[in-house]
């Protein structure tokens, strides 16, 4: 009997459940204690919290930003048509891992909508697929804060003065 080793396709939405698992809980791991009380008391914070918390170490990082620059492997602009993508257009990307599997964020952005849509790709291989986060996707907004807040803002306020004042995260 041959072993079946799962295609992208059939993986990617249990890679991405478990990315967006791991940035819920640091999400919530670096806001107040007090807003963690509340969620515990209303039975918000999953089951596996603290588990993930002690698997991702969150204790050994002061802020979401320290934490997901450990946890990602870079944030940087990539030019679709060089990278000879078809449709793919300019985008954001937040690499998390890189080799065989790799995993990234592809994020759209532009000055009249902000960040209007996500693309989740898992790679091994020779083999891709993808999930799109848009406004229908229960997780979008919160990405979108985290992305916006923690990678593009810095980035929009060191090269572009005029975009300062402009929160594309907001709905």
């Known amino acids: 009997m041959l072993n079946h080793q799962l295609t992208c396709k059939e993986r990617v939405a249990g890679e991405l459940a478990d990315r967006l698992n791991d940035i819920k ?3 919530l791991f670096f806001s107040s204690l007090q807003n963690i009380k509340r969620k515990a008391k209303n039975k ?3 089951e596996n919290f603290f588990k993930i918390v002690k698997s991702l170490d ?3 990082y002061e802020s979401m930003t320290e934490f997901l620059n450990s946890y990602s492997l870079c944030f940087d602009y990539v030019d679709g048509l060089q990278a000879e993508q078809e449709n793919s257009g300019n985008y954001w990307r937040l690499q998390l891992s890189w ?3 790799s995993d ?3 994020i759209f952005w532009n000055l009249e909508d902000g960040i209007y849509r996500i693309d989740y790709w898992f790679m091994d291989w ?3 697929a993808k999930i799109t986060l848009n406004k229908h996707h229960d997780d979008f907004s919160l ?3 985290i992305i916006y807040i923690e990678y593009l803002e810095p980035w929009i306020e060191g090269h572009a003065d005029g975009y300062k ?3 594309y995260y907001q709905s």
């Open 25 to 27: 809980t640091a999400n």
């Open 44 to 46: 918000a914070i999953p």
């Open 58 to 60: 969150l204790r050994s």
């Open 99 to 101: 080799g065989g599997p």
């Open 104 to 106: 990234e964020f592809r």
């Open 126 to 128: 020779y083999d891709g």
């Open 143 to 145: 990405l979108r804060r």
């Open 165 to 167: 004042s402009i929160r």
